[in-house]
């Protein structure tokens, strides 16, 4: 192996949706730093910054039956039942929701936490709160997907916050997307949740650190629980 392999083989791949903006950081800090030597370096240090917001790093996703992976890197912010995003019509009930912070430092693209059909994608406006508040499910700009999987239905919804204003969605209705499979990103600080049917029982805990296409959040044929045992958090 030469040097030239090792060094390809170390570099994390940046996700293409993220070039024009290293590419506009970049020429920023050479346009400012030609009036003024310091806006070059703090320029730099911003370039640096987007690429590393915009890496992609590759997933080893586990491919057992039934496991519930998480669509985003982050940490557990909410674990409870919840009413899911109303424009998705997926439940008249409550469902168990997982809900992932991402901050500005975290990988930001998000995968698909079982393999599913997606029925449906759902746009929908709103503010940019804080997301890890939990308001934030009810009153800030988010897109939604309804996944048709042999468990039943499953809901992921990107939730943009308070610094992240785009929300990218490259699923679309009737694909067949397999577990891990790349579907979307939110710029710049977010969060993600997941919408699970309301006997499933979690198998992280709040503040526990999430991957995205490796951490599992749940089994689908593991142990049960009477949903009425749940509180919303």
Partial sequence: MTIIDSIRKSV???HPEGYPFIALFALASVVLGWFFAPFFWIGLFLTLWCTYFF???ARITPLQKGLVISPADGIVSGIGLASPPKELSLSDESMMRVSVFMNVFN????RAPLPGKVRRVAYKPGKFLNAELDKASEYNERNSLILDTEYGAVGVTQIAGLIARRIVCWAQDGEELPVGERFGLIRFGSRVD???PSHI???VVIGQTMIAGETVLANMEGPQSDSRAHREQ
Avoid: A, G, K, M
């Fill in 12 to 14: 994390v791949p940046i």
């Fill in 201 to 203: 029982v979690p198998t």
């Fill in 107 to 110: 990988v930001h693209v998000n």
């Fill in 194 to 196: 997941v919408y699970l």
């Fill in 55 to 57: 890496r992609d790093p």
